[in-house]
Nanobody, 124 residues
């Protein structure tokens, strides 16, 4: 089982940048797809980005394509989300998660273990 801890959230003005990190502990981190999701108040948790086990394949939600970049460092057991050109609609709690299969699914059903989340607030 993999345990996850997110960090890097905060308050930023529209147009700014943040970098989220997710530290994983437990065995075989490098074997798993990793993903980032977000959940705004009153809304369902939605897929943001995913990355396969060695970083050769990534997938993004249309709303963040060209602005967000997911990456991973298997030597350090970390996965990151670089967020640029942030918009007020990006405000949410961001979660990292471990994939259940080798494919990058864009639904919560495709992911198992979850972190506790980190708040991102973008002011206009």
């Amino acid at each position: 089982q993999v345990q996850l801890v997110e960090s890097g959230g905060g308050l930023v003005q529209a147009g700014g940048s943040l970098r989220l990190s997710c530290a994983a502990s437990g065995r075989a981190f490098s074997s798993y797809v990793m993903g980032w999701f977000r959940q705004a108040p009153g809304k369902e948790r939605e897929f943001v980005a995913g990355i396969n086990w060695n970083g050769s394949s990534t997938r993004y939600a249309d709303s963040v394509k060209g602005r967000f970049t997911i990456s991973r460092d298997n030597a350090k057991n970390t996965v990151s989300l670089q967020m640029n050109s942030l918009k007020p609609e990006d405000t949410a709690v961001y979660y990292c998660a471990v994939g259940r299969t080798p494919a990058i699914f864009s639904t919560t059903a495709g992911f198992g273990s979850w972190g506790q989340g980190t708040q991102v607030t973008v002011s206009s």
